[in-house]
């Protein structure tokens, strides 16, 4: 596929019960994903699931996401073998609030391409909407092992693990993500992984966090201690 046909596909990171995530903006975030094309696919046919699946992205964009199902099964149809597809129709099924259909496709997903981390990550969502805790957990184990620096993973992880009473270990994640998200330019995210953090007492990490993400303060506080 050319690279001037790449897609975005928006990927669905925190489940929509948090407290702060109120709008479909909030709870996802766009990233490039290109749909997998073997060299030996034939031209029109991957032509073909290109428009589709372009036309279901623009769909979901709009959050019109029975369109975008139709669009992506349109797809899937064509080309069945292909993870980012899946993934895809996986994510609008779990706007739909279709949980087993969206678990099926991002299974779907990641058995054609089990290093797939984002649907992992996905996969860890629609189980934990699901109130199935430990196996959300593995999935976002398993998403942040093929990527340590995923910010969502690493977000979902902070989230479970103080879900689970583990409050070191959650403050580490919300932590590294928000190191990760201030690294992308994203101080929205950064600052819920601080909100998250705050939640666990880690004192040290805390003030770490804080100062990264207001280093105007810190400046301000050493030149009138000076």
């Known amino acids: 596929m050319k690279k001037s046909l790449s897609l975005i596909v928006l ?16 709870k996802s975030t766009p990233e490039k994903v290109k749909v997998q094309i073997k060299e030996t696919d034939d031209k029109s046919v991957v032509e073909r699931a290109e428009e589709w699946y372009k036309k279901g992205v623009e769909a979901f964009k709009t959050h019109n996401y029975d369109e975008a199902i139709k ?18 129709f996986g994510v609008a099924y779990f706007n739909k609030g279709m949980l087993d259909e969206s678990v099926s496709e991002y299974k779907k997903a990641l058995a054609i391409n089990p290093n797939f981390a984002e649907a992992h990550n996905n ?12 196996e959300a957990l593995s999935e976002y184990k398993k998403a942040v092992t093929i990527n ?7 977000y979902n992880l902070g989230r479970t693990y103080y879900k689970k009473g583990l409050k070191s270990l959650a403050a580490n994640h919300y932590y590294k993500a928000g190191l990760l998200f201030l690294k992308q330019g994203n101080k929205v995210w950064a600052l819920r992984a601080y909100k998250g953090l705050k939640q666990t007492n880690s004192k040290e990490l ?4 804080f100062e990264k993400l207001y280093p105007e303060l810190k400046k301000k506080k050493s030149e009138t201690s000076e």
């Not at 990171?13 to 903006?25: C, D, L, P, R, Y």
């Not at 669009?71 to 895809?88: E, Q």
């Open 11 to 26: 990927i669905l990171i925190f489940v929509s019960g948090m407290a702060w995530a109120k709008t479909t903006e909030e």
């Open 71 to 88: 669009c992506f099964k349109k797809a899937i149809d064509i080309k069945p073998n292909d993870a980012t597809i899946h993934y895809s």
């Open 123 to 134: 996969l860890g969502n629609a189980y934990d909407r699901k109130g199935r805790l430990d």
């Open 148 to 154: 340590p620096d995923l910010p969502p993973a690493n």
């Open 206 to 209: 805390e003030k770490t966090l």
